[in-house]
């Protein structure tokens, strides 16, 4: 069975730095795409930020030029290096990893627990 802790949240002022880290295990072979994604209060989960296997990105317009975006394909983890925050990126942040393939199964998308996020003064 695959997994996916997260860790780094907490909170933070605003202009503050933070870096989730998402590590998966489960006897991976490879993961096509891992990223993240956030749920604030009240609102639906949005996507924040994937990378694929090749290293090809993608992030929300809100958070370019302040997040980035980095894996490890050896050691299956992703990170999130989260610059010069806002109040409005507090939310509950979610790990996703989407096409893993194990040594007994594939699996479409799983995701993590959440680590919470809070920018505030």
């Known amino acids: 069975q695959v997994q996916l802790v997260e860790s780094g949240g907490g909170l933070v002022q605003p202009g503050g730095s933070l870096r989730l880290s998402c590590a998966a295990s489960?006897?991976?072979?490879?993961?096509?795409?891992m990223g993240w994604y956030r749920q604030a209060p009240g609102k639906q989960r949005e996507l924040v930020a994937v990378?694929?296997?090749?290293?090809?990105?993608n992030l929300t317009d809100s958070v370019k030029g302040r997040f980035t975006i980095s894996r490890d394909n050896a050691k299956n983890t992703v990170c999130l290096q989260m610059n010069s925050l806002k109040p409005e990126d507090t939310a509950l942040y979610y790990c996703?990893?989407?096409?893993?393939?194990?040594?007994?199964?594939?699996?479409?998308?799983?995701w993590g627990q959440g680590t919470l996020v809070t920018v505030s003064s």
């Open positions: 489960g006897n991976i072979y490879s993961i096509n795409e």
């Open positions: 990378i694929t296997s090749g290293r090809g990105t």
């Open positions: 996703r990893a989407e096409g893993v393939i194990t040594t007994l199964a594939v699996y479409g998308a799983v």
